[in-house]
């Protein structure tokens, strides 16, 4: 769901070296060059070179430090556009494709392969008049054929008119036997809509289907044709997928393992190709192995100048750069209100990208270009076109080469110091090309794209409007959640894009309503929500009926000031000799671009849990994957996010996200996405006392600490301590910082893949302790512990303000229980979505080994209407409220009434109640699987 695109060119180059640096007009008049803190880094200061990767790069770099880069022998793919395997970042091709015959995934090589396409003779004609449909269920006709004999596959395209006034989309079903299944469907919004290279079977039923929604009376034509394949395809199975991956990756080392084709609007190749680029971007940015733009750092100049530009003398700082042909350029700076631009040796502007003052501070603005011709290259800085004089300030600017992409890996080795690298750099990639019908296609073959491609996830950066109470409710607008769970089943998780309708009432259509997926909205680098970004409301799920609330999570996806920049497509139907080089980057900015980023650290985090994971959190190849599996990785997505409503506050664009204890908001889900802190959740195992670190200076900080417990018999206890700031802005800090405690039970986490929380304590003066009870009969618990950085009084993300703490975990002996929200019985207490003010009421049931005493958590704004229960307690915001007690041995139900906060946002809003805890005389614990949630109704 792409809003932006800048066409910021990325290339790679291998610059010889730096020529001069000189300063036109008043500034080298001035002689800032000379004493206003120019600071010039070594030529192989490579940490230097580092601040000027592209944010993404900086962060997974993290994450890579840890041991993850991705594995060859495992695959994420997406459902898109396509993908231009010629791009070095996302090749090379192993040459296969996948296709379906007879019910079944088979592989060839397009290349060995001596097919043609031969009209048979035979069509399919139709015409109609149709009337106006609504945007909740549209209008929807059909014509109903055979397949004549000899036909093999089918070529059919959708004309109307009047064309300014609708927007139609078409669609192919087969009849099973039993009822009608979609084949494949176009809906670009364009005229004709077109079904290329469809696989049909001769003797069987089709229909054509036409939607319409919201549109005027139409007349349609349908024209379709029949193609028969002759030649010879020779199929292999399934080794050919990684036989060459083995041993370490050089640049001749496929990326690109898989390519499925079954015809789409955005035409039918039979190798990776993307005629629109938006599948391209996405893969780049979720596991591009940033072979195109690997810095060569022998050769690069750092520099610091803190100046300010003017626009009445016209100064600027202009680099030259010596490259040679085949290479690339480029320029990365910090500053407010800066033009960033690159020339090539004939003076042709190539690149150009500008940070204005309305961008995050510290905003990175970059160009590159590919190196064409030997010769001189300019990169100059200059005052953004249009701000005012004296605007523009230059803290900090790099220029330099990239190395020659045929002697690189880049990122898929250590070292690589790719500019624009993917956050998953080894892993291979599949593409799907197209969206809804390959997604409807990867449903019903799920199992056996898992087994054969190894396939841990699948990125969906697409989808149409839509939310509660029209979008997704129980499947009436189409198919996709429930093809959604179909791939879940088979162990593949699925992240999908919220949606840039910039308001959450417009968020979340299919597929990132389903509640199997990971719904993702976008951020800009300090972590405020994009303007653009939708947020979610609820769904309805498809087979129990039940509402459920979105988004997931928040993930960097760019402004329209600051895209995010990664690989750009060449021309799909054009030889590369006959275009430019297929080596560049364009910025992009979208929740399609912060998905891609959570679908590359799945990989990540997948890859560490199956890896190095314990018992409880481990995953088996996806080939064996379960709906479980899939649901545990989600989890940890999930829980160790952190909420940015204060951190972030003065970054936020027209959202407003509130602080909600670890549950879920409307505008960011759980929060910020935190790779780093998944993988430590799933492989760091934590005892004793540790000294630990969070920050604000994004994105070198970490925003959360985590690690599990494997606990035995008796209890978890973990606390935070807060020793200390540190950073250059230490000193804007004005009181401690305040940090939230959570235990998660990482290996069954709640419905939906959702958190189950055990304990969560607010640290909001800077230290906090949580407990947690072994689950009493289940054997051993595995438990996550997460620290997450909520505020930092007087500073905000951006800030150079680090919070150091110890954070000791022990286990101790103490009482084993159990339990759950509801009667106990497997009815949970779910009344739907309430008004303001309206009565709930809730009901917890406990079973305990030894006599205690039983509490709950009430979500802020929720008011207790039982007379019988004691006063509740507030502890640093959070209140509790004392049930009564359990004896050893028993299972008893509590439950009380409360009242819905009368002070509602205007979009459908989650609480989390508890989770309950117990205490046996040496302290409280949580107990778990009694967390839950709420919902309530927009204003």
Not at 2 to 18: I, K, L, Y
Not at 331 to 336: I, K, Q, R
Not at 878 to 891: F, I, Y
Request: glycine share 14%.
């Amino acid at each position: 769901m792409s809003s932006h695109d800048m066409g910021d060119d990325g290339t790679e180059t291998d610059v010889s070296r730096r020529t001069f640096v000189r300063a036109s007009g008043a500034l080298a008049g001035a002689g800032l060059l000379g004493g206003v803190g120019v600071r010039m880094a070594a030529a192989a200061d490579g940490e230097a070179v580092g601040r000027f990767r592209n944010w993404r790069a900086i962060e997974a770099q993290r994450v890579w430090d840890r041991g993850y880069r991705g594995r060859r022998d495992r695959a994420i793919g997406l459902t898109d556009s396509g993908l231009d395997s010629r791009h070095p970042d996302l090749g090379p091709w192993n040459g296969v494709t996948a296709f379906v015959e007879g019910g079944e995934l088979k592989l060839t090589r397009p290349a060995e392969n001596d097919l043609t396409r031969v009209d048979t003779g035979d069509g399919e004609s139709f015409a109609g008049t149709m009337g106006p449909g609504t945007f909740a269920t549209g209008e929807e006709t059909y014509h109903e054929f055979t397949v004549p004999a000899g036909a093999e596959e089918l070529d059919a395209t959708l004309s109307w008119g009047p064309v300014a006034e609708n927007d139609l989309e078409f669609r192919l079903d087969a009849w099973t036997g039993d009822a009608w299944e979609t084949e494949t469907r176009a809906a670009t919004g364009s005229q004709p809509e077109t079904l290329a290279g469809v696989p049909v079977e001769a003797g069987r039923e089709y229909r054509f289907a036409v939607e319409a929604y919201l549109n005027t009376t139409t007349e349609y034509e349908i024209a379709g044709g029949y193609h028969a394949v002759e030649g010879t395809r020779t199929t292999y199975d399934s080794d050919v997928v990684f036989a060459d991956v083995d041993g370490g990756a050089t640049a001749t080392t496929p990326k690109t393992v898989g390519w499925y084709d079954a015809g789409s609007q955005y035409g039918s190749y039979d190798r990776p190709r993307d005629e629109n680029g938006h599948g391209t971007h996405c893969s780049s940015i979720m596991g591009g192995s940033g072979r195109a733009s690997v810095v060569d750092d022998e050769v690069v100049t750092v520099e610091e100048p803190g100046v300010t530009l003017d626009t009445i003398t016209g100064s600027a700082l202009s680099y030259e750069v010596e490259a040679d042909a085949g290479t690339g350029v480029f320029g990365s700076a910090y500053g407010v209100a800066v033009e960033l631009f690159l020339e090539g040796p004939d003076g042709e502007e190539l690149d150009s990208s500008t940070v204005d003052t309305d961008g995050d501070p510290g905003a990175n603005v970059v160009v590159e270009a590919p190196a064409v011709e030997a010769g001189t290259y300019t990169v100059t800085v200059r005052t953004a076109a249009g701000e005012l004089d004296a605007s523009a300030y230059v803290e900090a600017i790099a220029v330099g080469t990239f190395r020659d992409p045929e002697s690189t890996a880049g990122d898929r080795e250590t070292g690589g110091d790719g500019l624009h690298t993917g956050v998953a750099p080894d892993h291979s990639l599949i593409c799907l090309q197209g969206l809804s019908g390959p997604t409807e296609d990867l449903g019903r073959y799920a199992g056996q794209f898992a087994e054969t491609f190894e396939l841990r996830a699948v990125n969906m950066s697409w989808g149409y409007v839509g939310g509660l109470p029209l979008g997704a409710a129980a499947g009436t607008l189409d198919r996709i959640p429930g093809v959604v769970k179909e791939i879940t089943e088979e162990g593949i998780l699925t992240l999908a894009a919220a949606g840039n309708a910039a308001t959450p009432l417009n968020g979340n259509g299919s597929p990132a309503v389903a509640d199997e997926a990971v719904s993702v909205v976008a951020t800009g680098p300090l972590d405020g929500i994009s303007g653009y970004s939708s947020g979610g409301i609820g769904g309805v799920d498809e087979d129990d009926y039940g509402t459920y609330m979105k988004p997931d999570v928040a993930a960097p996806g760019g402004t329209v000031t600051d895209p995010v920049n990664a690989a750009m497509n060449g021309v799909a139907d054009a030889p590369e000799s006959e275009q430019a080089p297929i080596r560049d980057y364009t910025g992009k900015a979208g929740t399609s671009m912060a998905t891609p980023f959570t679908t590359g650290a799945t990989g990540l985090v997948a890859q560490a849990m199956e890896e190095d994971g314990p018992e409880a959190l481990s995953l088996p190849a996806p080939a064996d994957a379960t709906f479980d599996d899939a649901m545990r990785l989600k989890g940890v997505l999930l829980a160790t996010a952190s909420e940015t409503a204060l951190a972030a506050a003065p970054h936020h664009r027209a959202k407003a996200p509130t602080y909600d204890f670890g549950g879920r908001d409307p505008f960011e889900g759980y929060g910020r996405l935190n790779a780093g802190a998944a993988v430590d959740a799933v492989t760091r195992e934590l005892s004793g006392t540790t000294g630990e670190t969070l920050g604000l200076d994004l994105p070198h900080d970490e925003r959360a600490v985590a690690g599990y417990v494997e606990l035995g018999v008796g209890k978890l206890e973990a606390s935070v301590e807060f020793t200390g700031y540190e950073g250059d802005d230490a000193a804007k800090a004005t009181a401690p910082p305040h940090v939230d405690l959570f235990v998660y039970d990482g290996g069954d986490p709640a419905a939906h893949g959702e958190p189950n929380v055990v304990d969560r304590a607010a640290g909001v003066a800077g230290s906090a302790s949580v407990s947690a009870s072994e689950e009493r009969g289940g054997g051993s618990s595995t438990y996550l512990v997460v620290a997450k950085l909520v505020n930092v009084p007087g500073a905000v993300n951006g800030d150079d303000v680090r919070a150091a703490f110890d954070l000791t975990v022990d286990e101790t002996p103490g009482i084993r229980a159990r339990g759950s929200r509801g009667n106990g019985n497997g009815e949970s207490d779910d009344d739907g979505l309430l008004g303001a003010g309206a009565t709930h009421t809730v009901e917890v049931t406990v079973e305990a080994d030894e006599d205690a005493v039983v509490r709950d958590v009430v979500p802020d704004g929720w008011s207790l209407v039982d007379d019988l229960l004691t006063d509740p307690l507030d502890v640093d915001g959070v209140t509790t409220v004392e049930l009564g007690e359990v004896a050893a041995g028993e299972k008893v139900t509590f439950s009380y009434e409360v009242t819905a906060p009368t002070d509602l946002l205007e979009l459908p809003q989650e609480h989390l109640f508890g989770p309950v805890q117990v205490d046996a005389g040496d302290g409280w614990t949580g107990v778990s699987g009694t967390a839950g949630t709420v919902g309530t109704e927009g204003e």
